[in-house]
């Protein structure tokens, strides 16, 4: 195990999944900065700033630019979790170092290309094809763990 950690690819997907994570978490700060400057709250408790019940209502509502958001940070749950979890068992498996890395860093440039690409409301096929090559890399680490471990 002690060898597992100290070698170059489990480093090399530790900085690259560290990287990805966070701009995953940057996603909270973004929707936060989106629902102050749009005042669009969803809470109650949220808009209690409000001077008035008619100002209140008016700031309790759904804006598109903070659902786009929303929307861009769910598309990372569903593609970053998978990609850590995948990712630390391929990296159990002992692939070369060239390839791992190629693996990693075409993962984690496909998701900045896809935030970018749909928080900007880029016109498509950007945010489609962003997201295929983070999924086939993806589908790429999971195959090759299959193949090294498979026991049915
Ligand atoms: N949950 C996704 C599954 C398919 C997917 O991830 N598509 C990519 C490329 S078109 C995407 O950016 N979908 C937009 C989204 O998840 O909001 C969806 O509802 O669209």
Known sequence: MAQ?????VFLAF?????????????????????????KAFANDEDVRMAKSPEEKKKMLRVNEDVERVRRCHLNDLENIIPFVIIGL????TGPELSSAVLHFRLFVGSRFVHTVAYV?????PSRGLSWLVGMVVTLCMAYQVLTVTLRL
């Not at 597992?4 to 170059?8: K, R, T, V």
């Not at 530790?14 to 749009?38: D, E, G, H, N």
């Not at 068992?89 to 159990?92: D, F, R, S, V």
């Open 14 to 38: 530790s900085t690259y999944a560290t990287i990805v994570i966070l701009k995953m978490m940057f996603m909270s700060f973004l929707t936060a900065y989106f629902r102050f400057t749009r």
């Open 4 to 8: 597992i950690i100290d070698s170059e």
């Open 120 to 124: 900007m409301a880029l016109p498509q």
């Open 89 to 92: 068992l391929y990296t159990l």
